[in-house]
């Protein structure tokens, strides 16, 4: 078993549609939870980042993690063709292996379409 | 100011070559890693070194090594090219605080082929 699952799409959606993303570990020892967006042939570049349990907005952006279930989610409002891309979960610690070193999901594509 | 710059951004190589990718960190950060990301994979740690040392390294053979020079920036190197190899290299650079890294930021990348 990975430790960190996510589900690779794809996933199309008009736009103005209400997007969601998640993802599921298996390590209690983490508490940083972030998403990452890539575009093809990018490197990512983070959008959220949420420590422990509870919910984050940014924009039309929400970032919810519920650390009993190990379950963490992304949700895009009003989608838009911009936000086709890939959509990395990440997960890091602050002890051991889990210190200062991402585990991220495979990635779930997103296409957007007008 | 300059984010995270990798060099080069495509590669071809043989197998059985040898190969060296540069990462330079971004401004004030003193931590670089090192994630290998297979196509439509997530990335996957290989190393990381703070203060020219490797302080953590993934599940990845001893073909592959590294170094970080005293400004800071980072070469990683890969010996015994299989084709396996091929894959998307980012470098990410961050900084050391209280608690762990801090400012994580990604490069765009080198694509490598091994044919």
Same mark, same amino acid.
């Given at each position: ?114 | ?40 994979? %997530? ?22 090594? %590294? ?12 010996? *015994? ?5 091929? *894959? ?8 050391? %605080? ?10 765009? %990348? ?6």
């Amino acid at each position: 078993q990975k430790e960190v699952e996510q589900d690779p799409g794809p996933l199309s959606v008009p736009e103005g549609a209400i997007v969601s993303l998640n993802c599921t570990y298996s390590n209690s020892a983490f508490q940083y939870f972030m998403w990452y967006r890539q575009y093809s042939r990018k490197g990512p570049e983070l959008l959220m980042y949420t420590y422990s349990s509870g919910n984050k907005e940014d924009g039309r952006f929400t970032a919810q993690v519920d650390k009993s279930s190990k379950y963490i989610s992304l949700f895009i409002r009003d989608s838009q063709p911009s936000d086709s891309a890939t959509y990395l979960c990440a997960m890091s610690g602050r002890r051991g292996s889990t210190l200062g070193r991402l585990y991220f999901g495979r990635g779930t594509q997103l296409t957007v379409w007008p | 100011d300059a984010g995270v710059t990798q060099s080069p951004t495509h590669l071809i190589k043989t197998r059985g070559q040898q190969v060296t990718l540069r990462c330079s960190p971004k401004s004030g950060h003193d931590t670089v890693s090192w994630y290998q990301q297979a196509l439509g994979q %997530g990335p996957q740690f290989i190393f990381q070194y703070y203060e020219e040392e490797e302080r953590q390294r993934g599940n990845f053979p001893d073909r592959f090594s %590294g170094h970080q020079f005293p400004n800071y920036s980072s070469e990683l190197n890969v010996n *015994a090219l299989l084709l396996g190899d091929s *894959a998307l290299y980012l470098c990410a650079s961050s900084f050391q %605080g209280t608690g762990g890294n801090y400012g994580y930021t990604f490069g765009s %990348g080198t694509r490598l082929t091994v044919v």
